[in-house]
């Protein structure tokens, strides 16, 4: 890895791990993109300009005869001086001046990446500021750029600072702007639902801007914070694939464009719809981190470039390979009907079965028998629970097990004491009622006051009742988007004034109980991002328990996280979502391609279930280091084939599992041949379920049969042993 200006070229050149970006500050003073690809040598790339038609272009002001603004491939596209494509900021002067023109100023290279305030971001690395300023107002931006030895992304992200004497207004405050030498690509992006997250879309880039965003001040389900953008032949295996994902959970906007010259760029960053931000003279604003992954090895290498640098540079450090809590939960067992005598007794059942943790889910606290009432009283429902929370933790510590507990600390509902006592805490306006979801509202974060009790009530708790687990809910998203904190002209600042609140909470609750594991979850999988995953090293990847279903949510999320961050619980059948049924082995291997558990009514349980269930945890923890921190390949799509294949290999290729499911059987089934990858191909493995033994690049390229088990949704796994 490295970080270096020829000042003859004026050129920097940044090498990463089987990446380069490089860029030049042109005549003018304007950063222009030059390559970001595969290594090459620390060459001068100014070779590479080419410029498209400049009729009807505009030169920069008051300089005649030369390239205008939107010709030149951007590192931050800004507006009305002559660059037409989609700009990376915008600004109001008092003056309604909207007009900036961010050119070279000065650099710093810094051995490691300097910490966003207030918001998680990447640590390590080596990093480029760049510092731009405008001449005239004083308005400037620092871009930070950082590449890494051990993953193969750059990750970027813009600070904008007004160094002028007058207010200014930030209309757009996007983190990045990438230029690309051409239009030959698709883009991906992960979209859903709940209960149907993370899904594939694949689609060809055209003249104009596609984007996706939320506006939901919250990452959300219904798009990933993520697009790639993949050449037309790119595969899971072959081809280059460029990845881009923002660190943050609340509203945002990512943009791929293609320009009237043929090339394209994307841009994106906070959403800018409802936003705005005002910047007194002598203060910043910090963006968030976007992580851009570049991959010639198809889609599997710039998944595994984005698992590489979530491991090793943003998920807590304590808990990241850390082995997990093998945990049943109470939740699809009981829903809100439990006592303690239930809840021990669902531990009893699978004591000594390998599982260790047991989580009491939703309707412990308050009055919270049903999803209308409860929520922001966190108080334990001793009549529910005689003998309190803490009766059930002292036993399930007293069998040997740990204990988690749930909480939805952004929330409260109308029917509860926290409303009554503080109804303008929850979000909305003074003068219209406030949409209902789940039946219930949202705590304003951006409020001092109300952060102060979250944090104070949810710790209470979990202090005083030998908690060693905490899931953290959240089950709808804002409406109404106002806060008694904020002046009239300040509102559009909400959004992500409540990013910068979740996280306060965020890192006064989970950083203020270091010894506590804290799993995500949003009504499943509605807040999977990078930004909370720093938080919660795992997250409950989705409310659909079915087999066949989390094929396709578990393929999608792989394409940006980690195995070990994806939570993946073992349910009843027939399945509470789809009302389907699918062999009890099936859905223990496909749950342990992720941090995973069990969540059904184990009080009934059969010795033969018992048993399996024994072998099962048994057979996860010998690949426990796998899933924490292997390499994951994916071979066949549930999204395009009825079968879905993924291996996942050690990182020193001593040990892989290769998982193979069949979606449906035919009678006089066609004869299929899997091709083993990622192991080393000079090295000798053993086949333990057959009992082959062959050289590595024997396997993956000659490949073997599975052996499916008879029936539908069947699912049968394989162990490779160096020997
Ligand atoms: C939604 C979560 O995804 C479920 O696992 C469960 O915790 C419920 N909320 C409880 O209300």
């Given at each position: 890895m490295s970080v270096t200006y020829n000042s003859e070229t004026k050129t920097f050149m940044l090498q990463g791990k089987n990446l380069c970006y490089s860029f030049w500050i042109n005549d003018l003073g304007y950063p222009e993109h030059l390559y970001l690809g595969a290594s090459v040598g620390n060459?001068?790339?100014?070779?590479t300009r080419t410029y498209g038609a400049t009729s009807t272009a505009a030169t920069p002001?008051?300089?005649?005869n030369v390239n205008s603004y939107n010709a030149f491939p951007s590192e931050l596209s800004f507006f009305g001086?002559?660059?037409?494509?989609?700009?990376?900021v915008q600004i109001v002067t008092p003056q309604g001046d909207r007009l900036c023109e961010l050119l070279f100023d000065s650099y710093e290279i810094v051995p490691a990446k300097p910490k966003i305030t207030g918001m998680p971001s990447l640590d390590g690395g080596e990093t480029l500021i760049l510092h731009l300023k405008?001449?005239?107002?004083?308005f400037a931006a620092d871009l930070y750029y950082t590449v890494y030895d051990d993953c193969s992304v750059i990750c970027r992200r813009a600070v904008y600072k007004n160094c002028g004497s007058a207010d200014v207004r930030l209309e757009r405050a996007y983190s990045f702007t990438l230029a690309l030498p051409d239009r030959d690509y698709d883009m991906i992006s992960l979209y859903g639902v709940w209960a149907k997250e993370r899904h594939i879309d694949r689609i060809p880039l055209h003249h104009g801007v596609v984007s996706i965003d939320s506006k939901r001040t919250s990452s959300s389900?219904?798009?990933?914070p993520f697009i790639a953008l993949l050449r037309r032949d790119t595969t899971e295996f072959y081809g280059e694939a460029i990845g881009v994902n923002l660190v943050y959970s609340s509203s945002y906007v990512l943009k791929a464009e293609v320009n009237p010259d043929g090339t394209s760029q994307i841009t994106g960053g906070i959403?800018?719809?409802?936003f705005n931000w005002n910047l007194a003279p002598g203060e910043v604003f910090e963006t968030p981190d976007v992580v851009i992954s570049y991959s010639d090895t198809g889609l599997g290498g710039m998944s595994r470039a984005f698992h590489d640098a979530y491991r090793e540079h943003l998920i807590n450090r304590r808990y990241v390979k850390a082995s997990r809590p093998l945990l049943i939960n109470n939740w699809e067992a009981t829903y809100f009907n439990f006592d303690v005598p239930k809840l021990c007794a669902i531990a009893d059942a699978v004591n000594g079965l390998g599982i260790d943790t047991l989580v009491l889910d939703?309707?412990?606290?308050?009055?919270?028998?049903?999803?209308?009432s409860g929520l922001g009283?966190?108080?334990?429902?001793d009549k529910k629970l005689q003998g309190g929370v803490k009766a059930i933790s002292d036993y399930v510590h007293s069998i040997g097990m740990k204990f988690g507990l749930w909480f939805e600390p952004e929330m409260v509902s109308e029917d509860s004491d926290l409303y009554r006592a503080h109804?303008?805490?929850?979000?909305?306006?003074?003068?219209r009622k406030h949409c209902y979801s789940r039946h219930q509202f949202m705590l304003d974060l951006t409020r001092r006051e109300v952060r102060d009790y979250i944090v104070k009530s949810v710790s209470d708790i979990i202090e005083n009742n030998g908690v060693d687990y905490v899931k953290w809910d959240y089950n709808r998203n804002v409406t109404?988007?106002?806060?008694?904190?904020?002046?009239p002209e300040r509102q559009m600042e909400f959004a992500h004034r409540y990013a910068l609140g979740l996280y306060d909470i965020c890192e006064r609750i989970v950083n203020g109980h270091p010894d506590i594991f804290f799993e995500g979850c949003s009504a499943g999988?509605?807040?999977?991002?990078p930004a909370i995953m720093h938080y919660f090293p795992?997250?409950?990847?989705?409310?659909?328990?079915?087999a066949e279903e989390r094929t396709k949510i578990q393929f999608g999320t792989s394409l940006v996280y980690p195995l070990s961050v994806m939570s993946c619980h073992v349910s009843v059948c027939p399945?509470?979502?789809?009302g389907r049924t699918t062999p009890f082995d099936t859905r223990a291997i496909i749950a342990h391609l992720g941090a995973t558990g069990y969540e059904l009514d184990?009080?009934?349980?059969t010795d033969e279930e018992k048993a399996a269930v024994k072998l099962q945890t048994a057979e996860y923890k010998k690949i426990e280091r796998l899933i924490l921190d292997g390499d994951l390949y994916r071979i066949d799509s549930p999204f395009e084939k009825g079968f879905f294949t993924e291996a996942v290999v050690a990182k020193d290729k001593s040990f892989a599992e290769l998982v193979c499911y069949r979606r449906f059987v035919s009678v006089n089934n066609e004869v299929r041949r899997v091709k083993m990858v990622g192991?080393?191909?000079e090295a000798y493995y053993c086949l333990e379920e057959k009992n082959i033994k062959a050289k590595g690049s024997t396997f993956m390229n000659v490949g073997f049969s599975p052996d499916y088990p008879?029936?539908?949704?069947s699912a049968v796994k394989y162990h490779f042993t160096r020997i």
């Open positions: 060459d001068d790339l100014r070779f002001p008051g300089i005649d001086t002559g660059d037409y494509r989609e700009p990376a405008d001449k005239i107002n004083g389900a219904t798009l990933n959403n800018d719809f409802d939703d309707g412990w606290f308050g009055k919270r028998d049903n999803d209308y009283d966190w108080v334990v429902n109804p303008d805490w929850a979000i909305g306006t003074p003068d109404e988007s106002w806060t008694y904190s904020l002046e999988g509605a807040r999977f991002d795992q997250i409950w990847t989705s409310d659909d328990t079915d399945n509470h979502q789809t184990t009080t009934k349980f192991l080393d191909p008879h029936g539908d949704f």
